[in-house]
């Protein structure tokens, strides 16, 4: 069932077949408009994001910097030991009991707790803020402003208008949110395990003045979620389904909260057919790029879709959205940019400028970027894999 595609009406399906020149004609004008000081589609009164989802970034640089530079020893061995998690997978239970134990789920979340708490500081020193590598939109547009554009792709397939209620899940540090209220004045709701990244979301959009919009912590493995019965006009989440240990009771839950009619958007990693788990170069591969990426499961386009047919949906579009179908010339970028990082780090640690730890983290950090742009290129795997679903009106 992978690679289908509903026809959907014209302004939704346009980005669908819109030719790589088309999308760097939008990411063009994106940056004559920023330039302008003007929004394209920013509702009136609010704050004009395009150009960056985080207005005074080196702010944020630092803030994260000051973060990482006075974590506690057990915050980092927290960190490190998360990582045993990326080894195992949820469909194999035998094996997540004998390394995690019976409460296998509990452990999980706190080590999620513990990887991400470190990890969304560690990307807001680069161009990957919002801790995802975008779906390869536009070859003139840097890393984050193709996250503009996958972002603003979203909010036209789910159709969202100012005033919707739109549920965000695995939300983060609430960067996507903030730019889904400023493009279309849709009310966020975020929901994410860190209360951290809770914390950090509240303020920003606070600061920004996105009053509306709420996030709220919760491991969404741990259902009911919190929201009564069709409580929202649209659904989005941008690659967090690895993490869920039953995607058909997530996705039932996910249609009981959305309104009959909504429309949903998942951009996640998936494997191909192509990945042979028997090829013992696909299986190294795949044991190097899991914990890269942050991959507990390891679905399918037929898995996903299946589930979400299963929970009541219908599957509209299920595609890759990358250009050509590559992520690697971005994955290269934030690969070339943090090994830079990684230069200047190592030399102001031996200087004794910045503490032991940072060696540590960064080393993890760019282990095994340039496989995953090998299983990219291979056609193995994908994180920009697109579906759009639609709970029926009855």
Same mark, same amino acid.
């Given at each position: ?99 995690? %134990? ?69 939300? %983060? ?16 709701? %975020? ?18 003045? &996105?009053?509306?919009?709420? &996030?709220?912590?919760?491991? &969404? ?102 250009? %050509? ?12 940019? &943090? ?56």
């Amino acid at each position: 069932m992978a690679e289908t595609q509903v026809v959907l009406p014209s302004h939704q399906s346009g980005r669908s077949s819109e030719s790589s020149s088309s999308l760097d004609a939008i990411a063009n004008e994106k940056q004559k408009l920023a330039a302008a000081g003007l929004s394209q589609a920013k509702p009136q009164g609010l704050p004009d994001l395009r150009n960056s989802a985080s207005p005074k970034r080196w702010k944020t640089f630092w803030k994260s910097f000051r973060y990482l530079q006075h974590l506690t020893p057990k915050q980092v061995d927290d960190f490190m030991a998360s990582y045993v998690i990326y080894n195992l997978d949820w469909s194999d239970e035998k094996q997540m009991v004998e390394v995690l %134990g019976p409460d296998y789920q509990t452990k999980v979340g706190d080590c999620l707790q513990a990887y991400y708490g470190v990890l969304n500081h560690l990307c807001a020193l680069g161009d990957v803020e919002k801790m995802y590598i975008p779906p390869f939109m536009s070859s003139k547009a840097t890393v984050r402003e193709n996250q503009l554009l996958y972002e603003e792709s979203i909010a036209q397939d789910i159709g969202l208008k100012a005033g919707d209620r739109v549920l965000d899940l695995g939300c %983060g540090r609430g960067r996507v949110a903030a730019h889904m209220t400023q493009y279309s004045g849709a009310q966020v709701t %975020g929901l994410n395990i860190d209360p951290n990244q809770v914390a950090q979301a509240k303020s920003f959009n606070e600061q920004l003045g &996105f009053t509306s919009n709420a &996030f709220v912590v919760q491991d &969404f493995n741990n259902l009911p979620l919190p929201f009564t019965e069709n409580s929202f006009d649209a659904f989005y989440q941008i690659q967090a389904l690895s993490l869920c240990k039953d995607l058909t009771a997530l996705f039932r839950e996910i249609h009981r909260v959305v309104k009959p009619g909504a429309r949903i958007s998942l951009l996640d990693w998936v494997s191909f057919p192509s990945y042979e788990p028997s090829n013992a170069e696909h299986a190294e591969l795949m044991r190097r790029v899991k914990p890269l990426i942050g991959a507990v499961g390891t679905p399918t386009p037929e898995i996903l879709e299946t589930a979400l047919m299963d929970a009541g949906f219908m599957v509209l579009r299920s595609d890759n959205a990358s250009v %050509g179908g590559l992520q690697a010339p971005l994955i290269d970028k934030v690969d070339l940019y &943090f090994r830079s990082m990684r230069q200047v780090i190592l030399g102001l640690v031996k200087t004794h400028v910045l503490p032991r730890h940072f060696k540590t983290l960064i080393n993890r950090l760019c282990l095994d970027g340039q496989a995953f742009v090998k299983m990219d290129k291979m056609r193995l795997i994908t994180t920009s894999y697109r579906i759009i679903a639609q709970k029926p009106l009855q």
